[in-house]
C-alpha cells in the first residue's frame, strides 16, 4: 500500500495532507525517514512513527480506556467534556465510538472502536458479555441487597424482571455486580429497585478483560482483538 493511503487510512488527514506530511519528513518507519508518499510498504504488523510517535497499522482500531468521573460517553457531551477528547486526533477522524456507554460520574474500563460490526457483537444482549462493577452505595450492603440483586428486581419501562448474573458484598457500603445487558442506569436502577442508592461506579471488567492497574484514569491502550 502507498504510504499516503496507508495515513489516511489510519485517520492521518485528508490524502493530500498524508502526502504533506510525508514530504514534510515527519514520518518514518524502522528508524528511517521515508519522505515519498507513495512508496509501497507493507501494512501487516507495521509499526510506523509519525511526529515521534508510534502507530501500530490497524484495519480497525480497537482501544481500551481508564474513563476517569466527568467525562459523557455520548457524541454530542452536553454538561461536560465527551470521551472523544482524550483520544488522539487520528483515532478521532477514523470514527472512533463508545462499545455501549458508561455514565458521566462512572469510572473504569471502557472500550472504543471503529468496527461497527464488533460494536453491535459486543453490545448485543444475545451474546450476553459479562460486565463487572465495583458499586458503592449510600447505606450498608446487606445480604438482602445481593438475594434481591440475583432474584431480580422490576424497573420502570422494562416488561421483565432484570437479574444480576453474579453479585457479592466486597465491604460495609460496597458490592461487585455482573450483568450481561446493558441498560439505562442500569446498575444504578437496579440497585434503587432493590432499596438501596449508589453512591460510587466503577467497571473493572468487560468479558474476560481486566481493567489493567498500571492504566491511569484519562489513559487508553490499544488492545488485539485477540485478547477480548
Ligand atoms: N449502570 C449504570 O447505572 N451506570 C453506568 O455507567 C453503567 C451501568
Redesign the pocket.
Known amino acids: 500500500m502507498q504510504l499516503a493511503r496507508l495515513l489516511f487510512s489510519q485517520g492521518f488527514g485528508a490524502r493530500r495532507e498524508c502526502e504533506g506530511l510525508c514530504a514534510s519528513g515527519a514520518v518514518s518507519i524502522a528508524g528511517q525517514v521515508v519522505d515519498n508518499p507513495f512508496e509501497e510498504v507493507d501494512p501487516a504488523g507495521l509499526v510506523f512513527r509519525v511526529n515521534g510517535m508510534d502507530w501500530p497499522f490497524r484495519e480497525h482500531a480497537l482501544v481500551l480506556l481508564n474513563k476517569p468521573a466527568g467525562v459523557e460517553?455520548s457524541r454530542s457531551p452536553k454538561h461536560h467534556a465527551g470521551v472523544l477528547a482524550l483520544l488522539p486526533a487520528p483515532l478521532r477522524r477514523r470514527g472512533v465510538q463508545p462499545v455501549?456507554?458508561?455514565?458521566?460520574?462512572?469510572t473504569g474500563l471502557l472500550l472504543l472502536t471503529d468496527d461497527g460490526a464488533l460494536i453491535h457483537r459486543l453490545t448485543s444482549p444475545k451474546h450476553h458479555v459479562p460486565?463487572v462493577?465495583e458499586v458503592t452505595t449510600k447505606h450498608p450492603v446487606e445480604q438482602t441487597l445481593v438475594d434481591r440483586l440475583l432474584a431480580g428486581v422490576m424497573l420502570d419501562d422494562e416488561p421483565l424482571i432484570v437479574r444480576a448474573t453474579g453479585a457479592e458484598i466486597t465491604g460495609t457500603h460496597t458490592l461487585r455486580l455482573v450483568?450481561t445487558e446493558?441498560?439505562?442506569?442500569?446498575?444504578?436502577?437496579?440497585?434503587a429497585a432493590a432499596s438501596n442508592r449508589?453512591e460510587g461506579?466503577h467497571?473493572s471488567a468487560f468479558g474476560s478483560l481486566q481493567l489493567p492497574a498500571d492504566l491511569a484514569p484519562g489513559h487508553w491502550r490499544w488492545l488485539d482483538p485477540s485478547e477480548l
Do not use: F, N
Open positions: 460517553c455501549g456507554r458508561l455514565d458521566a460520574d462512572t460486565k462493577y450483568l446493558g441498560k439505562y442506569h442500569q446498575v444504578k436502577r437496579m440497585v449508589v461506579l467497571r
